[in-house]
């Protein structure tokens, strides 16, 4: 479980700015802790803001929602400077699916973490080749702290720290949800990776 860091005089201090990166497959948990840390920040009193990739319209248009359904109020935007812009007074700040956000995501990140702010993020750190996913390497980088969540692997049922796209389609950024995608274990996502690669060679 992680806890926060002096959470009480986060708000108080315009040192004690720093960078939280979530991280993980999909269906793992991410947006989950992202909404708790950024509740429990609400509770403190403090001034929260949350940004979503404005292509991300799959549970809602201007809202982040969990895969189990809870929901916060979010700001849409389409470009990273976007955040750094509208993040005015706000002591919390939340992005969520940040390996949709262009280049500058990580300067902002830092930008706004020397100004004194905490800023959350949750991305997904592999895409479904399991290849590093857009900006979020550097993010884990320059991040004071690292959470990884898991999946349960929808084959056997162990650890699971892939996204296996169920689909054909080959391009990088597809949304989707469990029609599309299943997390699976390294094991599973191999072999799963394999047998697409030899059912290819076939045509």
Not at 94 to 103: L, N, V, Y
Not at 169 to 189: I, S
Request: proline letters at 4%.
């Amino acid at each position: 479980m992680f806890l926060e860091p002096n959470l009480n005089t986060a708000h108080t201090s315009p040192k004690l700015g720093w960078i939280e990166v979530i991280c993980g497959s999909m269906f793992s948990g991410k947006t989950e802790e992202l909404l708790r840390r950024l509740n429990r920040a609400i509770i403190a009193k403090q001034d929260v803001l949350i940004f979503k990739p404005s292509i991300d319209v799959r549970y809602d248009a201007e809202r982040v929602v969990s895969h189990d359904q809870k929901s916060i109020a979010s700001v849409p935007v389409s470009a990273s400077r976007d955040v750094l812009r509208l993040a005015n007074k706000a002591v919390v700040i939340g992005i969520d699916e940040a390996q949709f956000f262009d280049e500058e995501i990580v300067p902002v990140c830092e930008e706004l973490a020397r100004r004194g702010k905490r800023v959350i993020v949750a991305g997904l750190d592999m895409d479904f080749m399991g290849r590093p996913f857009g900006q979020m390497p550097f993010l884990l980088c320059v991040a004071e702290f690292v959470t990884k969540v898991h999946a349960i692997c929808m084959v056997c049922g162990g650890v699971a720290s892939h996204s296996h796209r169920l689909l054909e389609a080959k391009e990088r950024v597809l949304l989707g949800e469990k029609n599309e995608y299943e997390p699976r274990c390294r094991r599973c996502f191999q072999q799963a990776k394999e047998m697409q690669k030899n059912e290819s060679q076939l045509y």
